[in-house]
């Protein structure tokens, strides 16, 4: 097994129907953050982390992320001949790495579409990433889990408290802590009810595997709503092997939901240069004119 992490997988297969119906067509791994789509924001993460290569599990409707990570010469030729260089080496910056695309062809759940990137993982330690879970720019939580699992050589889960109503939306473990946000994990269930979920602590969208979670999700059945659930595969492992949780305290957006998806559109227009100083001027001179209008 090499010593790091460098492949990383984005299940990228959903047909993202709280979207709808601006998912119906094209794929929500596409709606745009302010100027670039949520899953670059995925990518981008695992590249600050010197990860080189990206493993996309996608399915029907999803040829656009093919493109969006591709060269684009008609493009290109085109911005070369205004002279907008620094957009040009900006768009060719992320298709000089290396992509693999997979096709999860059924709709079996998470689980099911790890267990599709076998054959690109190899025997590898690569990372998971959810890309409608945003993580803030500023903040470097796949680069804590991937020290945690160069120490440890284990399986790495990122983990929030989440508030007690928001606990059915989530894997939720039990563990102890043996380092100031290390939790070594003791079990986990799937989307447990608030009154049987056996901690605050749940997981979110970013994983350290390691390949041996391969035979597990080949043995697990499905679980909750009919799916392989990664969770229950995890669950399986920790009788064998250590697991580990990094409990992240940074900011992440729910971008798979409507409502995180515009908090994460307004807070990263609050960051970008481009649009900061115009939109916080918008928002601080029409805020009110514009809540009251709603009343
Ligand atoms: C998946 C996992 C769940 C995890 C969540 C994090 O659920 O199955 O364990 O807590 O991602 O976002 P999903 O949101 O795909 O239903």
Redesign the pocket.
């Known amino acids: 097994m090499t010593k790091t992490v460098k492949k990383a997988v984005f299940p990228a297969a959903g047909l993202g129907t709280r979207f709808l119906p601006a998912t119906k067509a094209s794929p929500k791994e596409m709606l745009p953050i302010v100027d670039k789509p949520m899953i670059q924001y995925a990518v981008e993460e695992a590249e600050k982390c010197n990860i080189r290569e990206f493993i996309m599990i996608t399915g029907k409707s999803k040829r656009a992320i093919e493109d969006h990570f591709d060269y684009a010469w008609e493009l290109e030729e085109n911005l070369r001949s205004k002279g907008k260089e620094s957009m040009l080496k900006e768009i060719r910056r992320l298709a000089q790495h290396q992509f693999a695309y997979i096709r999860q062809g059924l709709p079996l759940g ?1 689980g099911h579409a790890i267990l599709c990137s076998e054959p690109f993982v190899n025997n590898e330690p690569f990372a998971v990433i ?1 890309s409608d ?1 945003i993580i803030d720019p500023d903040d470097d939580l796949l680069g804590e889990m991937i020290k945690i699992y160069d120490k440890y050589k284990a399986t790495v889960l990122a983990l929030q408290r989440v508030p007690r109503e928001d606990i059915h ?3 939720v473990i039990a563990g102890m802590e043996v380092k100031k946000n290390i939790f070594r994990i003791t079990d986990m269930v ?2 447990p009810k608030t009154s049987s979920a056996p901690s605050d602590l ?4 970013r994983y350290i595997l390691t390949p041996d979670i391969f035979d597990f999700l080949k043995k697990t059945s499905p679980g909750k709503g009919g799916e392989i ?3 229950d595969a995890l669950k399986a492992l920790l009788l064998k092997n250590e697991v580990y949780g990094y409990l992240f305290e940074g900011k992440r957006y ?1 971008a ?1 939901d409507k409502v995180g998806y515009l908090k994460a559109t307004i807070e990263l227009a609050l960051k970008n240069p481009s649009v900061k100083d115009e939109f916080k001027e918008y928002l601080l001179s029409s805020f009110s004119t514009i809540i009251n209008k709603e009343k």
Not at 202 to 205: N, Q
Request: hydrophobic share 35%; glycine share 18%; no cysteine.
């Open positions: 998470l959810l879970d939306r989530y894997g799937e989307k749940a997981i979110i969208g659930q990664l969770t729910d798979g």
